[in-house]
């Protein structure tokens, strides 16, 4: 038997996540009370006519517990190029994050044509939650798929910036293929 110091064992314990996300699920919400917050949250980010996204904008749960929301959202940039963008939410309706994707940062030079899919990519009993989201598209010679992948940790929501480099233009097209992708890798 190994003997391991009290404070030692603590400090180890206060390592491990506190949330176990072994059965972690999405549920299709209704995007009509986030519309308001998220034209704000939009404007604010210097995206126009932000809206959310129907049929891709989700309640995460976890053993019974709500986690956020997950909303895929799109709007303009000032060229006017369709842009893509994700918005969280830990009460609805009130925005707590809004993360601007394609149009923007890595993706600046491409628009978004599209939201194709939005899902859970992390395997059952991961502490890591993985979220992706793949759009469609477009740039001045071709139309692709991407995908950007988010960790949700303690409630945040944030882009996971090596994930995405690493299986995010690999050209999955669906989230059966991008969770393949990423517990194979």
């Known amino acids: 038997m190994i003997n391991i110091p009290k404070k030692t064992l603590t400090s180890l314990l206060l390592l491990v996540p506190s949330v176990l996300f072994a059965d972690a699920n999405l549920t299709l919400v209704t995007v009509k009370p986030f519309e308001k917050s998220i034209y704000q949250a939009a404007e604010n980010q210097n995206i126009n006519n932000g809206s959310p996204t129907d049929k891709q904008s989700f309640a995460l749960e976890s053993s019974g517990k709500a986690i956020g929301y997950f909303l895929a ?25 809004l993360i601007p ?55 945040a929501l944030a882009v996971d910036e090596n994930l995405t480099e690493r ?19």
Do not use: M
Not at 75 to 95: E, K, L, M, Y
Not at 169 to 183: M, R
């Open 101 to 155: 994707t394609i149009g923007y940062g890595n993706w600046e030079s491409e628009i978004c044509n599209d939201t194709k899919a939005v899902g859970i990519i992390s395997a059952p009993n991961n502490t890591a939650l993985k979220l992706a989201v793949i759009y469609q598209v477009q740039s001045p010679n071709a139309t692709a798929t991407e995908s950007v992948i988010f960790n949700v940790s303690n409630s």
């Open 167 to 185: 299986i995010g233009a690999q050209g999955a097209t669906t989230i059966k293929e991008l969770k393949s992708l990423y517990n194979n890798q």
């Open 73 to 97: 959202g799109q709007g303009f940039n000032q060229r006017d190029d369709s842009v893509c963008f994700v918005a969280w939410s830990t009460q609805s309706p009130h925005i707590t994050t």
